[in-house]
């Protein structure tokens, strides 16, 4: 008996109030999908994204383009790494005038969130003989990082001057750091590492 008066019920409310069965149809069908459980993927969100990386490469070359274009400091050799904002300098400079003046310059480019200065003053001048050789180990230095599998890291710069090989970058994790500065120290050539690599966050 319940029954039948549920089915007339039913009937009554479709020849009257067609739309209220649709409402009542998504209704369900909502409510369905919220009970669903969450399928895993196994797989962990990346650290950065695509639109991260490409916005990353847009301000190194904003940086890089603007220390180019300064008349004070152009002519040194500043390595630009950025990561979700982010800018790290690195490098060798005259003098601490040259620092001041490049980090004044990143911080006006559009993008920049932060940044981490790595740059070192020189010692002594360096000859052109001392640049060729420099030159060299940089070189050597790079391609063993890039053979490396305890590496594989394109994020790190390599420096020298006068034998003195500086890692800059970003970095996965501590092991990495501590392998590519034993993969420096093995390269003929250089005679000390200094490690200004940072760890992703």
């Known amino acids: 008996m319940h029954s039948q008066n549920f089915a007339h019920g039913a009937v009554f409310l479709m020849s009257t109030h067609p ?16 009970n669903r459980p969450e399928q895993a993927t196994g797989t962990p969100p990346p650290k950065t994204t695509i639109g991260t990386e490409i916005d990353d490469s847009v301000v190194t070359a904003r940086v890089k ?16 790494e950025t990561r979700k904002g982010e800018v790290q300098l690195s490098g060798f400079v005259d003098n601490q005038g040259q620092i001041d003046r490049a980090l004044e310059i990143t911080r006006g480019v559009e993008g920049v969130k932060n940044i981490d200065n790595k740059v070192s003053v020189k010692g002594a001048p360096t000859t052109v003989g001392n640049k060729v050789d420099d030159g060299l180990v940089t070189a050597k230095v790079k391609a063993a990082l890039l053979a490396d599998p305890g590496v594989k890291s394109l994020d790190i710069a390599v420096v ?37 690599t940072s760890i992703k966050k």
């Open 65 to 80: 383009a603007a220390l180019v274009a300064d008349k004070e400091i152009k002519g040194l050799d500043f390595k630009v």
């Open 160 to 196: 020298t001057r006068k034998g003195e090989v500086q890692l800059s970058g970003y970095v996965d994790n501590q092991g990495q750091v501590d392998r590519a500065m034993d993969v420096a120290r093995g390269v003929e050539g250089v005679r000390t590492v200094s490690n200004e």
């Open 19 to 34: 739309g209220l069965l649709i409402l009542i149809a998504a209704l369900a069908s909502f409510t369905a999908g919220c």
